[in-house]
């Protein structure tokens, strides 16, 4: 009996606690932590007539304990004329509440999430019914025009942002709903189709799309796993352009090293040489660096006796020859001494 009081009391704690306005939405599950950051992904085409667009969104798996992404997909609608109204993330104070997205004839309250492609974060910007016919505002949406021959243009509802905060209340979006869409939660909602709750289970059987703790998940990637109607997200371009560009990097260094080692056997035979002269040759072989001060090398020869040089010189005239780099320095000397 005690239990059951206990139960009774933080059942009635949870009802007071979640505002009003969301009286007429339906919480399927809480957490307590946010969701992840919106992913970028890429609209594919819209592959039939009457499809209309689901955005993705982060669904929670009590038993991983973890979000995981469901990528957006072309759903077709259980009868003509209703629109879809996405699931989002509530902040009621103390627990992050799932509210599932429905069907119905006007779109209702997802939380002010601005999730795209028509879905900035009141209504639905991407098309409209006429009649039992859907017309798509390609301004925000892309279909198959070999297929599809129903649309118009209207950039007003155009919202370029880089919001991607995933859910509603402190921390996140703090829109409320508008009196046309208080109205749209109290209206008769259809439960999504078969093939939205497939294309779910898809998405929570690949292990990619968990955010737990995995790093693998958190990687571009293998951001949208793609299925049959959706599209790869727009970083994978980057890293596919990264990798050649590591194996560049890989080949170049072999063939830098290749060439420095190349130099270094060009310049080890000269050096070898000079040995063979006598102790002025070293000397020389510092000229070359000293180039910038002439005058430091002619210093130490005027010093030195006119005897002591001719002695040396004449046994390296044929060396010099052999070394044009240093005639700026050594060649008039065998002319003087002739």
């Known amino acids: 009996m005690k239990k059951s009081i206990k139960v009774f009391i933080l059942l009635c704690m949870v009802c007071f606690t979640i505002p009003p306005i969301y009286a007429q939405v339906s919480v399927s599950i809480t957490v307590g932590t946010p969701p992840p950051p919106l992913r970028v992904y890429e609209m594919p085409e819209c592959p039939a007539d009457g499809y209309i667009w689901q955005p993705g969104y982060w669904a929670y798996d009590n038993d991983e304990g973890g979000y995981y992404w469901v990528p957006g997909v072309w759903v077709a609608p259980p009868n003509p004329g209703l629109y879809w109204t996405p699931a989002y993330w509530g902040y009621t104070g103390s627990v992050y509440g799932f509210h599932s997205g429905y069907w119905g004839p006007h779109v209702g309250f997802y939380g002010g999430i601005n999730y795209g492609y028509g879905y900035s974060g009141h209504g639905y910007g991407g098309g409209r019914w006429d009649g039992d016919r859907f017309r798509y505002n390609t301004a925000v949406v892309r279909v198959n025009r070999t297929i599809i021959h129903n649309t118009y ?39 999504p189709t078969p093939n939205q709750i497939s294309h779910q289970e898809a998405a929570h059987k690949e292990r990619n799309s968990f955010v737990k703790a995995r790093p693998a998940a958190n990687r571009p990637n293998n951001a949208v796993r793609p299925g049959n109607n959706t599209k790869a997200a727009r970083p994978q371009g980057n890293q596919r352009q990264a990798q050649p560009a590591a194996k560049q990097q890989r080949t ?13 056997r060009v310049t080890q035979p000269k050096r070898a040489a000079q040995p063979q002269r006598a102790p002025q040759p070293q000397q020389q072989q510092r000229a070359p660096q000293q180039q910038r001060a ?45």
């Open 153 to 191: 243009i209207d950039r007003t509802v155009v919202r370029n942002t880089n919001d991607r905060r995933s859910f509603n209340g402190r921390g996140g979006v703090t829109a409320r709903p508008r009196p046309q869409e208080r109205v749209a939660m109290k209206e008769r909602h259809v439960q």
């Open 294 to 338: 002439p005058q430091q090398q002619r210093a130490p020869q005027q010093q030195r006796a006119p005897q002591q040089q001719r002695a040396p010189q004449q046994q390296r005239a044929p060396q010099q020859q052999r070394a044009p780099q240093q005639q700026p320095h050594n060649a008039p000397r065998p002319e003087h001494h002739r």
């Open 252 to 264: 170049a260094q072999p063939r830098v090293q290749q060439q420095r080692a190349q130099q270094q």
